[in-house]
T-cell receptor, first 116, second 109 residues
């Protein structure tokens, strides 16, 4: 496989469930990102990892917990979510987080999350 | 905070030209990006401007004026497959991208 792969593509969960979103990149990139995309709203940056170290936590509630075990994999663990958390969650990667390496993000197709 | 404005929707006819404007007010500037996103798919990179002027890539061109905080994406010879959402984004530091809400372009036969 090439590019950025996200699973699952669709997820429906109750407010008391625990689930995880997975992202995998096969591009040899060193930086990975989680973005939230809600209808008619700008993409919101949630977390950034560079070389498996978290470099950005953009005031995201603790019910979202990221994990980056290596530079190719990124997870978003979900717990006790609210209906307003329903959105498309996009993973992206880039060569780095500074200079020209940060220029272009390669996105996955997203995980569509519905919280009931 | 960051403020990036672009029109919500535009409609054009196949074969025509459409120009999507983007204005921005950000705390810093380190480049402006345009991404294309088809429904249900990943956003894909279209263009990058860091200096003033026009960058042309086939049927797509992107223009930047840093002094005016303004950019546009020009789509020429529109095709049905160009129906998508177009996202304007500004890089205001090393890696942080601030996005506009996107412009949905509908191409009609």
């Amino acid at each position: 496989e090439t590019g950025v792969t996200q699973t699952p593509r669709h997820l429906v969960m109750g407010m008391t469930n625990k689930k995880s979103l997975k992202c995998e990149q096969h591009l040899g990139h060193n930086a990975m990102y989680w973005y939230k995309q809600s209808a008619k709203k700008p993409l919101e940056l949630m977390f950034v990892y560079s070389l498996e170290e978290r470099v950005e936590n953009n005031s995201v509630p603790s019910r979202f917990s990221p994990e980056c075990p290596n530079s190719s994999h990124l997870f978003l663990h979900l717990h006790t979510l609210q209906p307003e958390d329903s959105a498309l969650y996009l993973c992206a990667s880039s060569q780095g987080t500074s200079g020209s390496g940060a220029n272009v993000l390669t996105f996955g197709a997203g995980s569509r999350l519905t919280v009931l | 905070g960051q403020n990036i404005d672009q029109p919500t929707e535009m409609t054009a006819t196949e074969g025509a030209i459409v120009q999507i404007n983007c204005t921005y007010q950000t705390s810093g500037f380190n480049g402006l990006f345009w991404y294309q996103q088809h429904a249900g798919e990943a956003p894909t990179f279209l263009s990058y401007n860091v200096l003033d002027g026009l960058e042309e890539k086939g049927r797509f061109s992107s223009f930047l004026s840093r002094s005016k905080g303004y950019s546009y994406l020009l789509l020429k010879e529109l095709q049905m497959k160009d129906s998508a959402s177009y996202l304007c984004a500004v890089r205001d530091g090393d890696y942080k991208l601030s996005f506009g809400a996107g412009t949905t372009v509908t191409v009609r036969a």
